[in-house]
C-alpha cells in the first residue's frame, strides 16, 4: 500500500489533485464544444426502408427524402393523387391501406351509392356534403418530425399539460365528443401538421359539430364505420385523408337508409387491406366499441400505473391521440409494466402536438419493453428535457428513440449533454439508422448504442436482422 506523502510537496499535490481533475473535464467539454455538428440530410429512400417499400401494384416512392426532425418524410405517387407519409411506419401503412382505397373508391363511385347520397343529403346538410365528399383541409404546415423531444421544456411540463387539459375540456363541453375541435363525423381524421401552423376554427367548424351529434344519435355512424374498417382491415380513425373521405362518407350513407351498413359491406365484398401485417399493430377492440367505450376501458387500464384520476381523464380526452393510438398506448404501458413514473408519461403526452409525436411516444414504449420485457426491471419512466427514459432498478439508464434517422446536430448534441444523463450505464436505443458522426459522439459520451433497436416483436416494416450494439466506423 502506497504511503500517503508527508512532506510539503505531496502534500500540496493531495490538495490539486481534485482540481487537476476538474480541469480535465473542462479540457474536455471544451473539446465537446469544437464538435462537429451537421444538418439533416436529403437521402436515397432505398437506405432507409426494405425494397418491397419502394414501389408495388399502383404505387411508387420518390426516391429523393427528406429528413425532418430526425423522420423521414416520403411522397408516395398513388392513382388516387399523392400521399405524404412522415415517417417509414406511416409509410407502410399508407401502402397497406391502398387496396382498402380502390375498394371504397369503387363503391362510393357507383350509382347505388351516389343516388343513396343525393337521398340523404338534405336542404341543411348540403354544407356538411362538402365537407363529405371534398374535405376542405387535406395538409396544413410541415410537419417538423419529432424534433421536440430533444428540446427543453419552455415551461414547466404539468403546467402546460394542465393549460392544455383546461382549455380542452372546456372545448369538450358535455357532448361527450373524443375530439374537442371542430371535427364533425367526416372530418375524423386530423392532419400530421404542427398545431401551431394550424389556421383559426374552420368556417364549417359549427356545422360540423351540429350534424356530427345528429348522426352520432340517430344514425349510428361510428358503428357503421367500424364495421367497414374491420371489413376492410383498417384503423376507423386512420389520418390517410384519401382513406377517410371516402370511409366517412360511405359510413354516413351506409348507416340508414336503402343503402345500409348491409349494403356497403356487400359492395366492398371480400376485398380487405393487409394492414395489420404490413403497416403497424391494432386492437381489434378498437373495431369493436365505441370511443367512449374505448376510453372507459383504457382509463381502467391506466389507473392500474397512474395515480392522478384527474390527468387520466384529461389524457383521455386530449384529441392528439386518436382511440387507436390512446388504445395502443395504453397497450404499451401494460406490456412494459413500469414501476413508477406514469403520471410523468401522461403529463409529457399531453403536450404532443400531432399524430407523429404520439406515435413516438407510443414506440418509445414499445421499444423499451423489446428491450427489458414485461416489468423485467421495474423501471422508472422518467422525463428528461421533452423526451423520455426508463431508469431500471439498478440505476441503469434506457433511452428509446424510435427515429428513422439520427443526425448529430446542434439539437441533439445538446440533448445529450444533459446533466441527468451522467450515469455510469447508459444505453440509446435507435428505432432506425444513426449518421456516423452520431455514432462517434455518443461513443464519446460512454453510451452503449443499439441501432434498429427492435426485437421479436418488432413492426413488419422494420424487421431483418438481429439487432447488433453501433461501434464507430
Not at 45 to 59: D, E, H, I, R, T
Not at 365 to 374: I, N, P, Q, T
Not at 434 to 448: E, I, K, P
Amino acid at each position: 500500500m502506497r504511503a500517503r506523502p508527508t512532506n510539503a510537496r505531496g502534500r500540496a499535490r493531495d490538495r490539486l489533485a481534485p482540481f487537476a481533475l476538474a480541469l480535465c473535464a473542462c479540457l474536455a467539454a471544451g473539446a465537446r464544444a469544437d464538435e462537429a455538428t451537421e444538418e439533416e440530410p436529403v437521402l436515397d429512400a432505398a437506405s432507409l426502408v426494405q425494397p418491397a417499400l419502394l414501389s408495388g401494384p399502383g404505387f411508387s416512392v420518390d426516391p429523393h427524402v427528406e429528413l425532418r426532425g430526425y423522420m423521414a418524410h416520403f411522397t408516395l405517387d398513388t392513382p388516387f393523387g399523392p400521399l405524404q407519409a412522415q415517417s417509414v411506419e406511416i409509410l407502410a401503412e399508407r401502402e397497406a391501406e391502398l387496396p382498402a382505397l380502390e375498394a371504397l373508391d369503387r363503391v362510393t363511385r357507383s350509382d347505388a351509392f351516389l343516388h343513396a347520397a343525393g337521398d340523404r343529403i338534405g336542404s341543411t346538410a348540403q354544407s356538411l356534403a362538402r365537407i363529405v365528399l371534398h374535405p376542405v383541409d387535406t395538409v396544413l404546415g410541415i410537419p417538423a418530425g419529432v424534433a421536440r423531444y430533444f428540446r427543453d421544456r419552455a415551461a414547466k411540463l404539468a403546467d402546460r399539460a394542465q393549460a392544455l387539459s383546461d382549455r380542452a375540456a372546456k372545448q369538450l363541453g358535455t357532448s361527450g365528443d373524443t375530439y374537442p375541435a371542430a371535427d364533425g363525423p367526416m372530418t375524423d381524421a386530423r392532419t400530421d401538421g404542427d398545431a401551431a401552423a394550424k389556421p383559426g376554427r374552420r368556417w364549417y367548424g359549427g356545422i360540423a359539430r351540429e350534424a356530427g351529434r345528429e348522426v352520432k344519435r340517430q344514425i349510428r355512424y361510428g358503428a357503421a364505420k367500424r364495421a367497414i374498417a374491420e371489413r376492410l382491415g383498417l384503423d376507423p380513425y386512420t389520418r390517410n385523408p384519401l382513406v377517410q373521405e371516402r370511409l366517412s362518407a360511405l359510413a354516413w350513407v351506409g348507416s340508414g337508409g336503402d343503402f345500409g351498413v348491409g349494403t356497403a359491406l356487400g359492395a366492398i365484398g371480400g376485398v380487405g387491406a393487409d394492414v395489420l401485417d404490413h403497416g403497424g399493430r391494432i386492437n381489434e377492440i378498437v373495431w369493436k366499441r365505441s370511443p367512449d367505450d374505448l376510453r372507459e376501458r383504457n382509463e381502467e387500464h391506466l389507473l392500474a400505473y397512474c395515480s392522478d384520476h384527474l390527468l387520466v381523464r384529461q389524457f383521455l380526452r386530449r384529441g392528439t391521440f386518436t382511440p387507436t393510438l390512446q388504445t395502443a398506448f395504453v397497450d404499451a404501458l401494460d406490456a412494459l409494466q413500469p414501476g413508477d413514473g406514469c403520471n410523468a408519461l401522461l403529463e409529457l403526452g399531453m403536450t404532443a402536438a400531432a399524430d407523429l409525436e404520439a406515435r413516438f411516444l407510443v414506440n418509445a414504449l414499445r421499444l423499451v419493453h423489446a428491450r427489458l420485457g414485461a416489468g423485467a426491471e421495474k423501471g422508472r419512466l422518467v422525463p428528461i428535457g421533452a423526451g423520455l427514459a426508463v431508469v431500471t432498478s439498478d440505476g441503469a439508464l434506457v433511452l428509446p428513440l424510435p427515429v428513422d434517422r439520427l443526425s448529430w446536430t446542434d439539437e441533439v448534441r445538446g440533448f445529450f449533454d444533459r446533466p441527468e444523463f451522467r450515469v455510469r450505464d447508459r444505453t440509446v436505443l435507435i428505432g432506425g439508422d444513426a449518421s456516423l458522426a452520431a455514432r462517434r459522439a455518443l461513443t464519446a459520451r460512454g453510451w452503449s448504442i443499439v441501432a434498429s433497436a427492435w426485437h421479436g416483436d418488432a413492426p413488419p416494416y422494420a424487421r431483418g436482422g438481429e439487432p447488433a450494439p453501433l461501434e464507430p466506423e
